[in-house]
């Protein structure tokens, strides 16, 4: 009820996205109206080829869509450039991909680092990295780190900037529901200690309870949409 | 398994195309070692069928003796002599020449043809217009050099002076022989198709021009199969020394011959030192490049073997694809090689007279070379190939695991340093993999190595000029005379006007004796107040003369197995043919020819003479020149003239050109190489560093922020590369100048900061070329795809 009162993060209207494969036209998106709200924790669910995976590129910034409105904030990201992206990116969106990503080079301290040195006010990497319970693992190398903990390591690098947004693709995909329930705790507290919009999506339907709403997609279009009047721990998910 | 086949063959052919930059990059390089290899057999087997070719259809001579004079009807007696062949008598003889609209002296040397024209041995080919016929005494059969110097043909005339007489000559044809294929003016050693000519004329003329009508002073002749070469020259010597020989000796000691002989082996030499150096350049590229590509296929292996292909299939794909690169490669290799050789040959033949130049190239060295090439390729691809073929399917299913980093001794040692992620990167990707770090180095090395070795010759050519021109010849002129005169009129010669100072000099032709070893070549005596010409070692410096005994150029005490202090007989190929025998006080260096040297005057005593001097040096004013040439060209006991000045630009015009041109296709190539190595240096990178910049990106940092991890690596392989590169370049200068001395020259090894600065330039221009495409490429990375895919 407060989320619907206050103004949108993101603001979408008529948001489609077509992909020129040659002779043939894939229409990932078709005219997605969507607002997203300070502080909320939102699921998307859809199966593979919904277009969630589409809308989440748009709103971090990866890609732009090819016809319709994405406004973050102020700014219209329909319409800005790569440098502009660039920008966007850096200063207000944290990524958590499903296959971790981290540079394999440095250790979890300094992949947190790679980030904190580029940002505006960030928190400390180690302040990010004992976030999601790491502290004592910080001056290992992914290569040293099992799934689970490569994934809260990703999780502390994307927070550790203080975002405005926090986008999550997959996040447990690669994960068994054990591990993959300590990292959504960890998102879980991230979005709690921070405030940081959340957006994790998934086509596990499982998960949908530790939203503040859950947004299904499909073919493209927004299919249905649900609150959660209250939001499940994560430690009382299974699947 | 023929279907499989055709379907991995399709894999194969679009994998080549996707990689089309990298391919071709690696083929370049496979080419450029090919190219030199084609270049250099081509000129060396070329030259060689043409001469071997020549010398048979022309019958060139197998031993030569000169001599003062010999009645015609001696000639019966060389001609019974066991052994000889075919034999030719001939009047030789100087003169000089005033071509019109050309001031400088000219001198030539006359060689007479038998009444019937074409002699026995030596046969002449008629380039334009005829032989100098019969009865016509005043006709004379130019060679090609000498006449496109100075564009001469049948029907033109100029004056000559013979044997003190001037006459008009005219010009009846335009020729070449086996004897003159390489033509330098007598006592230098460098062409000067201007100043120098040769001149047949017929035997009547000549004989009445030289006093020698009825006699002979020359002798070539051929030698039956079957008879030691030597053992005629023995019967001649004994033969004709009463008639005043100089010693007959054989095609060794022949100079068109001798010279023709060293500049093949150089070109041997050349055909297997530089394509030795960029094969095994080429063959480590393949070997990173593949080792990567196959790397990145492991999953593809991995289910072509759950579809059951074995092994061997497994291998022979990817040496097929080895091999596709690999003849790619040879096919440009040898189309640039064959370009580049015809080019060169081209210009070989502007001063090697041949009638023409047969492109010859034996096919087995050919298919010799694809062999080689193809088994490098593959060599150079088999560790890769290997590991590939034995990747077990279930591994080969599983991604490979993050690599594995660990915090490096240079960042521990430098501590006190704050590193940035980015820069820490650079430092892990660097020493993560060592021996792949080392051999990228390398590679960078090789490429400033090879550039190196190309370059620094500009700089020995100069440092040679220096030497001979500012050092070694002090004089803007000298003057060879018929017979020696008493240095006396030298005192005369410096009143004359214009001339600023003259001294003189004395040579005789010798054989120089120790042990088995011998060399015919002049020793020169030098005035020991000499001003106008020194004699130098390795350092430049002038080497004081010896109160008594010999200063040798090294190269020749080297032939001659002596060193200072030892013990040299010499025999004087003129006058009473006397022995004398004598010590080595000392080695000189110079980088151009060969010679020996005494005191003036100790040269005299030797030979039994008072202070006798057959050569004049002088320095000029240039205002007065040509008054001076003049003088000097109407003064009959001149027998030819040399100006330094023409020597150093004839010097620059044909061996330089020609040496500094293959140079300059060799560092082309190289150059080539070199851009080979480090595009497929960053390529390679950029797919390894794909994703992990791809996340980068993602995470926010900007394109030149990620550009910078990239390109920092190059750097630091650049840093650490160019310097082993100039140590590498200088081995390879060493190797390169030391199976390179020849009499005529000596490369000596110099290498400027600006050589060292061009190869790194060329390298780091490379890198900067490289590293353009591979930004333009960080600019297309597909930021979304790297969020999908594992690695």
Redesign the interface.
Known sequence: MDAMSREPVFHTSGLTKIYDQGEVEVRALRGVDLDLYAGELVVMLGASGSGKSTLLNILGGLDVPTGGDVRYRNVDLSKANDRELTRYRRDHVGFVFQFYNLIPSLTARENVAAVTEIARSPMTPEEALDLVGLKDRMDHFPAQLSGGEQQRVAIARAVAKRPDVLLCDEPTGALDSTTGILVLAALEKANQETGTTTVIITHNASIAGMGDRVITLSDGNISGEQRNTRRQDPHSLSW | MSMFASVLNTKLRRELWQMRGQVFAIALVIAGGVAVCVMSLLNYSSLSATRAQYYEQYRFAEVFVGLKRAPAHVLEEVASVPGVGAVSARVEGGAKLDIPGFDDPVSAHLVSLPKSGQPDVNRIFVREGRLPASGRSREVALIGSFAEAHGLGPGDRFDAIINGRQQMLTVSGVVESPEFIYVIPPGGMLPDFKRYGVLWMNEEGLGAAMDMKGAFNSLVLQVQSGYPVASVIDALDRLLDRYGAAGAFGREDQFSHRFLTDELSQLKTMATVFPLIFMSVAMFLLNVVITRLISTQRDIIAVLKAFGYSNRDIAAHYSQLVLAIAVLGLVLGLLIGFWLGHGLGEMYMQYYRFPRLLFRINPWWIALLAGITLLVAWLGGWRAIRQAAMLPPAEAMRPE???????TLAEKLLSGIRF???S??IV??TM?RPVRTLFSMLGVAMATGIIMVGNFQFDSVTLMVHAQFARVQQQDLSAALIDPVNSAVLFGMSRQPGIRYAEGRRTVSARLVSEHREWRTAITGIPREARLQHIIDANLEPVPLPERGLLLTDFLARKLAVSPGDRLDIEILEGDRRWITTTVAGVTSEFIGVGAYMSLDGLNRALGDGPLVNQILMNVDPARADSVYRELRETPKVLGIAIRQAMLDSFYETLAKTFLTFTFFSSLLGGVIAFGVIYNTVRISLAEKG??LA?????????N?IAHILLGEMAVLLVLGIPLGWLIGDGLAILLITAMQTELYRVPLIVTAQTLGISAAAVVLSAVASGVIAWWRLRNLD??A??????
């Open positions: 695991g993050p690599a594995k980093f660990r915090i940035s992620q980015p820490r990167m892990r990707q993560r994703r992990e996340s980068l990106r993602v995470l926010g940092y900007t394109h922020e930021l979304v790297v969020l999908k895919t594992r690695e």
